[in-house]
């Protein structure tokens, strides 16, 4: 089984399953309430036209408003999305949180546009899913290859839109604007608290624990400079690229600052291994963070 969304609605079966859930209330949770698939025009910088498409699922408003991500990435699928967004419902369901599920996504290739490029996009998508989104409604936020300033471009698309400054519409933008401080580190400090009760639970001295960490964007990133914090030591770091290996350890500001001149962590020092996602999946570490 390989369809996230196939996946996802097992997971809800099988639960329901376990908990005797009334069979009406499980057919609700196995499906999205609302998918919107758009397709908008964006003005590209050599003046031609590109249309891009993009989805924004809303799985379940029962306890209040939707939220969730939104990602650009060139494999982002309905399916993909569906799912994402029952996760976020049981996300914040398991912390008490008075939200429901949503999650967005635009398939492009970020790296192949330039800002201008990237901010129109932005707003292009906000404009085709203005109608369903809002403070009251469904709150996006950054995911897989957007950050704050996307975020901020969308805010300010939306309150446009709307024609009265929104800032509740949209999380993940810069304080200045309405963003909460500590929001570009929250993902990944939600990650390493898990880790460190995991490991508290099997008995895994976090002081000397090795850790691979597929993915050096803000949550990876992140979440490496945590944990070495903890006293862990960094072995093996990836992007889209590839990934690298080093058993006496990365230093996560060695490759932050290497990844930022030259696209990719594959480039780090010499004493630094080349390996392939594949290969940083199977590493012998005590904490893997995929």
Request: contains cysteine; glycine residues 10%.
């Amino acid at each position: 089984m390989h369809n996230p969304f196939e996946i996802a609605q097992y997971q809800v079966a099988h639960a329901a399953k376990m908990l005797g859930l009334d069979q009406n209330v499980t057919e609700i949770l196995l499906h999205p309430m609302r998918v919107l698939c758009v397709s908008f025009p964006v003005t590209m910088d050599d003046g031609t036209t590109r249309i891009f498409h993009g989805f924004r699922s809303q799985h379940n408003d029962a306890i209040g408003p939707t939220k969730g991500g939104i990602r650009f990435h060139p494999n982002v699928t309905m399916d993909e999305v569906k799912a994402l967004s029952m996760w976020m419902t049981f996300k914040c369901g398991v912390v008490g949180l008075p939200y429901g599920g949503a999650k967005g996504g635009v398939i492009c290739n970020p790296k192949e546009l330039s800002k201008a490029e990237l901010e129109r996009v932005s707003r292009g998508f906000i404009q085709a899913i203005a109608s369903i989104i809002g403070p009251e409604k469904d709150i996006p936020a950054p995911d897989v290859y957007t950050n704050a300033e996307v975020m901020g471009w969308m805010m300010d698309e939306f309150s446009r839109i709307r024609q009265a400054f929104t800032p509740g519409v949209i999380t993940g933008k810069h304080p200045i604007i309405g963003g909460s401080l500590g929001r570009d580190k929250a993902t990944a400090r939600g990650c390493v608290y898990t880790i460190r009760e995991a490991a508290a639970k099997l008995e895994i001295p976090m002081q000397g624990a090795t850790v691979a960490i597929q993915g050096f964007g803000n949550a990876g990133s992140f979440t490496a400079f945590l944990l070495k914090e903890l006293g862990c030591r960094i072995v093996a770091i990836s992007d889209s690229q590839g990934g690298v290996y080093n058993p006496d350890g990365i230093d996560p500001q060695e490759a932050l600052t290497v990844k930022a001149k030259t696209g990719s962590v594959i480039y780090l020092n010499d004493k630094a291994q080349r390996i392939s996602n594949q290969d940083l999946r199977e590493l012998a570490v005590n904490i893997l963070v995929p």
